[in-house]
């Protein structure tokens, strides 16, 4: 079936610079997306959302993009912190088929902050 | 704190025996999802419920899991004759509606030995 997957398992950066982590996902009717951090031991946590009639939205120090030509969903975290070290998951939603709006996850992205 | 609660935050079980997990959603949410997640993988979506009705199923959830959202509000999810298979963390999360903001309890960490 389609999910959602991520390009990199892994990303590293310098504490101070900006941070990039990308997902491709499959599934044209897909028109919910939301990007979630989640710490080791702890459940998701909510960061940003945005629906399939945006390309862009931005939060406190973070934007998403989105590009649906490519299916393509980006999430930009600017002047990256240590707090930001964490495994980030993009989850799609949409109604088709027999799913109405249930979020489905790809397998996500480490981010690992250097001081 | 009014966020999504779970309960327990860690359970330890002998493998044959049946275990219950509670959920509580934030307040006025009618959503209220059930998701699994091992090491190193994604939230696996297992069931969800749209007030007290059971909407949708998947296939990771097997007969010997039940859920059930009686009042509309908390909801359950028992697992019986636990197997090793089923370690895992055991993920609650609500929204107002579909497509709209869903927000994760802490989850409840079962290992079965």
């Known amino acids: 079936g389609e999910n959602v997957g991520l390009h990199l398992p892994t990303l590293s950066v310098q504490e101070g610079d900006n941070s990039i982590i990308n997902c491709a996902y499959s599934n044209s009717a897909s028109d919910y997306f939301i990007w979630y951090k989640q710490e080791s031991g702890k459940g998701p946590q909510f960061i940003i959302d945005i629906r399939s009639n945006m390309d862009k939205r931005q939060g406190q120090r973070v934007t998403v993009l989105l590009n649906k030509t490519v299916k393509h969903l980006s999430l930009q975290i600017a002047a990256t912190q240590p707090g930001d070290s964490a495994v980030y998951f993009c989850?799609?939603?949409?109604?088709?088929?027999?799913?109405?709006?249930?979020?489905?996850f790809g397998k996500g992205t480490k981010l690992s902050v250097k001081p | 704190d009014t966020g999504v609660s779970q309960d327990p935050r860690h359970k330890i079980t002998k493998r044959g025996q049946n275990v219950t997990f509670r959920c509580d959603p934030i307040s006025e949410h009618n959503r209220l999802y059930w998701y699994r997640q091992t090491l190193g993988q994604g939230p696996e979506f297992l069931t969800y419920?749209?007030?007290?009705?059971?909407?949708?199923k998947s296939r990771l959830l097997s007969d010997r899991f039940s859920a059930e959202r009686p009042k509309g509000s908390f909801s359950t999810l028992e697992i019986q004759r636990t197997e090793q298979g089923d370690s895992a963390m055991y993920l609650c999360?609500?929204?107002?509606?579909?497509?709209?903001?869903?927000?994760f309890g802490q989850g409840t960490r079962l290992t079965v030995v």
């Open positions: 419920f749209q007030n007290e009705a059971q909407l949708e």
């Open positions: 989850a799609e939603s949409g109604n088709y088929g027999g799913s109405q709006g249930n979020l489905i």
């Open positions: 999360a609500s929204s107002r509606a579909a497509n709209t903001e869903a927000f």
